[in-house]
C-alpha cells in the first residue's frame, strides 16, 4: 500500500507531535505545512526542541528555503495561509490534512481544507457536528463518503476503552468520570483575564484548576450504548503532559475487582492491544511521557466499595498518545477507500 500522504494545519502542540509520529513511521508521509504564525526557520527550532518530549534526533531538520523544510532528505512544503479554503494542498499531493489549530472545529469549518485540494480532514478536537471517531473503540464505523471527521479530545480516547471494556463485559448503569489533567497552552502562565472561564484565567503552574470537559458525554457518541449514563469535569493541575482519568460507575452486573482486572489484562493482550494498556507497578505520572497506548489501567490505583460499585483509573499520555491515534486514525480511513 502507497505511503498516505498528510498535511498539518497549526504547528502547535498537537501539530507538531502529530508530525513526530508521521516522520517515524513507514505508512504515512508528510508532505505540507501550514501555519501563518510562525516562519520556517522558526518551525525548525520549535520542532527540533520540545521541553517535554526531548530534542529531535532522528535525523537533521533544516530551512532550505522559505516554503521548504528538509527532514534529513526529505522535503516538506511550508504555507502561511490564515484561512483553510486558501491552502493548496492539492499541489503537495496532501491527501489528509490534520486540522490541529483549534479554530476550525465545525465540520463545515473545516471542510473548507477541500476547496484546495485535499480529500479528507481530520480535526484533532472535539467537534459538535463532525463524527467522532475513538481508535479502538468505533473507528469500524467510518465510512468512506465521511471527508470531515473528529479524533475526539485525548481525554475521550482515554477513557471510552476503558469504559467499553467494563460496559461490555459488565454493563455500566451510570458513571461520573475525573480527570487530572496536565496544562495545556489555553492556561496563564500567571493570574490573567479569563472571562469566558474565570477559574481558567488563574495561574496553571501555582494551582489546582476545577474545570469543566465534555469528555465524558462525548463516549456516548461513540459507544451509544452509554449515552447519557456517564458525565464528568476535570481537575487542571500543575504536570506539564500526562492526564489520569478516574471512572467511577454502577455495574449492572456484580464483578469482583479481580474480575475487572483481568477484563482489562484480557483486553490489553487481545481486542485492543496497542491502544489499551494494563499495568500493576507502583507508577505514577511522568513514567507514561511518551507513551502511545490511549489508556493505560492502572490496577492498583482503584478500588472497589462492592460487587457493583467501582473506582478505576487509566492514565495518558494526553499528547503523545492522542497524536499517534490522529495518525492512527488517518491510515484506518485510507484502508477503507
Known amino acids: ?81 490564515r484561512n483553510p479554503e486558501e491552502i493548496p494542498w492539492g499541489e ?60 475526539a479530545s485525548c481525554t475521550t480516547n482515554c477513557l471510552a476503552p476503558l469504559a467499553k471494556v467494563i460496559n461490555d463485559k459488565f454493563g455500566i448503569v451510570e458513571g461520573l468520570m475525573t480527570t487530572v489533567h496536565s496544562i495545556t497552552a489555553t492556561q496563564k502562565t500567571v493570574d490573567g483575564p479569563s472571562m469566558k472561564d474565570w477559574r481558567g484565567g488563574r495561574a496553571a503552574s501555582f494551582n489546582i484548576i476545577p474545570s469543566s470537559t465534555g469528555a465524558a458525554k462525548a463516549v456516548g457518541k461513540v459507544l451509544p450504548a452509554l449515552n447519557g449514563k456517564l458525565t464528568g469535569m476535570a481537575f487542571r493541575v500543575p504536570t506539564v503532559d500526562v492526564s489520569v482519568v478516574d471512572l467511577t460507575v454502577r455495574l449492572e452486573k456484580k464483578a469482583t475487582y479481580d474480575d475487572i482486572k483481568n477484563a482489562m489484562k484480557e483486553a490489553s493482550e487481545g481486542c485492543m492491544k496497542g491502544i489499551l494498556g494494563y499495568t500493576e ?44 491515534r490522529v495518525v492512527d486514525l488517518i491510515c484506518h480511513m485510507a484502508s477503507c477507500k
Not at 465545525?106 to 471517531?133: E, T, Y
Open 92 to 151: 503537495t499531493g496532501a491527501e489528509y490534512i490534520v486540522e490541529s489549530t483549534g479554530v476550525f472545529t465545525d465540520k463545515d469549518k473545516a471542510a473548507a481544507h477541500l476547496k484546495g485540494g485535499a480529500k479528507k480532514v481530520v480535526i484533532s478536537a472535539p467537534s459538535k457536528d463532525a463524527p467522532m471517531f475513538v481508535v479502538g473503540v468505533n473507528e469500524k464505523e467510518y465510512k468512506s463518503d465521511l471527508d470531515v471527521v473528529s479524533n
Open 281 to 324: 507497578d507502583d507508577v505514577v505520572s511522568s513514567d507514561f511521557v511518551g507513551c502511545n497506548r490511549s489508556s493505560i489501567f492502572d490496577a492498583k490505583a482503584g478500588i472497589a466499595l462492592n460487587d457493583n460499585f467501582v473506582k478505576l483509573v487509566s492514565w495518558y499520555d494526553n499528547e503523545w498518545g492522542y497524536s499517534t
Open 1 to 81: 500500500m502507497a505511503k498516505v500522504k498528510i498535511g498539518i494545519n497549526g504547528f502547535g502542540r498537537i501539530g507538531r507531535l502529530v508530525a513526530r509520529v508521521a516522520l517515524q513511521r513507514d505508512d504515512v508521509e508528510l508532505v505540507a505545512v501550514n501555519d501563518p504564525f510562525i516562519t520556517t526557520d522558526y518551525m525548525t527550532y520549535v520542532f527540533k526542541y520540545d521541553s517535554v518530549h526531548g530534542q529531535w534526533k532522528n535525523h537533521e531538520i533544516k530551512v532550505k528555503d522559505s516554503k521548504t523544510l528538509l527532514f534529513g532528505d526529505k522535503p516538506v512544503t511550508v504555507f502561511g495561509c
